[in-house]
């Protein structure tokens, strides 16, 4: 589903991401972990489009992001770490915008707003106005937003952030749902007991560089992650 060959990029002198490779397949929830500054969010914008890189490819169910962006973009969907929405949009009109976009039916459209909407609990806001929002509450317009088009790949950045313990326990189910029914999910956090109940794969980068990956059995062994995570980063 994702495919990240070699991937690097450099701002200025200072190289972000050094040669990265990552593999995740249909069905996979994969956890992207490293400390502020390692290079996740600047892997994450490469891997949807909004970064250009210097060297390696990135391959989105088989078609080049550098290639192909727009018909990678059908594919996927992404919810950066502080979801920068239409504030004088209304909730209901950010999401027939997001509908449009994708060339989305009126009905499915309407079926996936009420369906997502009653779950997470925003119905009764989505006719106010974003800028009248929570962080919690854009968050999970966000969610929404991203879920709206059936995208095969969901590619998030912090998206625990700001949402409830409630809303925290339904996102992971959605997220799930999303990959036992074929998609694939790539998400960075810090939260790593998170990472470690929910996700299939892992990766922990460190200064731009790959340093562990595999299951999540492959990389803790007997250890909590956080272990792992605090041993690699202090050698």
């Known amino acids: 589903m994702l495919k990240i060959e070699h991937l690097t990029k450099r701002y200025g002198k200072k190289t972000a991401v050094d040669d990265l490779s990552l593999h995740i397949q249909p069905g996979e929830i994969y956890g992207f972990i490293g400390h502020n500054g390692a290079g996740k969010t600047t892997t994450l914008k490469s891997v949807v489009g909004i970064l250009q890189f210097d060297a390696g490819q990135i391959f989105i169910d088989g078609d080049s992001i550098r290639d192909n962006p727009l018909e990678c973009k059908r594919k996927l969907a992404y919810i950066p770490d ?77 998206p625990f952030v700001g949402l409830d313990p409630k809303a925290s326990h339904l996102l992971k189910e959605m997220m799930r749902e999303h990959c036992d029914n074929g998609g694939a999910i790539f998400f960075s956090t810090h939260v790593l007991e998170v990472a470690e109940k929910l996700c299939d794969k892992v990766a922990i980068i460190k200064q731009g560089r790959l340093i562990k990956a595999g299951t999540m059995e492959e990389v803790k062994g007997d250890d909590s992650l956080e272990e792992v995570f605090l041993e690699l980063e202090a050698e």
């Open 82 to 158: 502080n979801p920068d929405l239409y504030d004088y949009m209304s909730g209901v009109k950010f999401l027939h915008f997001i509908a449009d976009v994708y060339g989305i039916p009126t009905a499915v459209r309407q079926e996936r707003i009420q369906k997502y909407a009653e779950l997470l609990e925003l119905t009764g806001d989505l006719g106010q106005p974003i800028s009248a929002y929570s962080h919690g509450m854009k968050q999970k317009l966000a969610v929404i937003a991203a879920w709206l088009h059936a995208p095969k790949l969901i590619v998030m950045d912090e």
